[in-house]
């Protein structure tokens, strides 16, 4: 029997709702507050809408849950490779409450010359704080 178009989007808010219940109390228990509700169906699918989040509280969720591991970048692909490398660094600044917005692959203007990562440009601030963590992962 087919369900009509304002059954199955019912039927996909109910499970919204349970999934952002049981997703907030998952976190919750784990010490995290998370604002959430079920999302608008799309497509008779259920959603969960999550609140914004604070940026301490995604680092504090990035430190409990680790950020996803990279895949290393297949061999003799030099512009994967600076990719995979902007990736991690990238993680590791969001770990450490950090951004580089210019960060990024610089490819070669010359067809045979290197791949090359760009840090960028960072206010004095950022680069202070970034030296301070870098000091600390060398045991400084």
Same mark, same amino acid.
Request: aromatic share 2%.
């Given at each position: 029997?087919a369900?009509s178009?304002?059954e199955?989007?019912a039927?996909a808010r109910r499970?919204?709702?349970?999934?952002?219940?049981?997703l907030?109390l998952?976190?919750?228990?784990?010490?995290f507050?998370?604002?959430?509700?079920a999302?608008?169906?799309?497509g008779?699918?259920a959603?969960v809408d999550?609140?914004?989040?604070?940026g301490?509280?995604?680092?504090t969720?990035?430190?409990?849950?680790?950020p996803?591991p990279v895949?290393?970048?297949?061999p003799g692909?030099?512009?994967?490779?600076?990719?995979?490398? /902007?990736?991690?660094l990238?993680r590791a600044?969001?770990i %450490? +409450?950090?951004?580089l &917005?210019?960060l !990024?692959?610089?490819?070669?203007?010359d067809?045979?010359?290197p791949?090359?990562v760009?840090?960028g /440009?960072?206010?004095?601030?950022?680069?202070r704080?970034? %030296? +301070?963590?870098?000091? &600390?992962?060398? !045991?400084?």
């Amino acid at each position: 029997m087919a369900h009509s178009p304002e059954e199955v989007d019912a039927d996909a808010r109910r499970i919204g709702a349970q999934l952002a219940d049981e997703l907030h109390l998952s976190l919750l228990a784990r010490g995290f507050y998370l604002p959430m509700r079920a999302g608008e169906p799309i497509g008779g699918r259920a959603y969960v809408d999550i609140e914004p989040v604070r940026g301490d509280t995604a680092t504090t969720l990035i430190d409990a849950f680790g950020p996803p591991p990279v895949a290393p970048a297949p061999p003799g692909n030099p512009t994967a490779d600076a990719e995979s490398a /902007v990736r991690n660094l990238r993680r590791a600044l969001c770990i %450490a +409450s950090l951004g580089l &917005r210019s960060l !990024g692959v610089r490819s070669p203007s010359d067809p045979d010359g290197p791949v090359l990562v760009n840090l960028g /440009v960072a206010p004095p601030a950022a680069v202070r704080r970034l %030296a +301070s963590v870098v000091a &600390r992962g060398a !045991g400084r």
